[in-house]
């Protein structure tokens, strides 16, 4: 079993940064694919990015490409979201998530989640 902490979040306004940070315990850390998913309010939960097991990849969603980048640690167990260029549309929770196998993009396929942490962008 994997546990997820994600911390980070905040208030901020647009065209400023944020850098979302997620702690795993309990398993394997280098194991797992992580993936940062958000959710706005009535909207479905939607992904965007993830990055391999060791690292060497990495994808993003077209609406966040060239602002935000992932990263991780697999000494300290942690994966990491900086979020540069920030826009109000980008207002979510934001979640971290593990998984083994599936599709890097698809909510189902991830195993594990963290509880959230709230990103507001303010005009």
């Known amino acids: 079993q994997v546990q997820l902490v994600e911390s980070g979040g905040g208030l901020v306004q647009a065209g400023g940064s944020l850098r979302l940070s997620c702690a795993a315990s309990?398993?394997?850390?280098?194991?797992?694919?992580m993936g940062w998913f958000r959710q706005a309010p009535g909207k479905e939960r939607e992904f965007v990015a993830s990055?391999?097991?060791?690292?060497?990849?990495?994808y993003y969603t077209d609406s966040v490409k060239g602002r935000f980048t992932i990263s991780r640690d697999n000494a300290k167990n942690t994966v990491h979201l900086q979020m540069n260029s920030l826009k109000p549309e980008d207002t979510a929770i934001y979640y971290c998530?593990?998984?083994?196998?599936?599709?890097?993009?698809?909510?189902?396929?991830?195993?594990?989640w963290g509880q959230g942490t709230q990103v507001t962008v303010s005009s």
């Open positions: 998530a593990a998984k083994r196998y599936g599709l890097h993009y698809r909510v189902n396929d991830y195993g594990y």
């Open positions: 309990g398993g394997s850390f280098s194991n797992y694919a």
């Open positions: 990055i391999r097991r060791s690292g060497d990849g990495t």
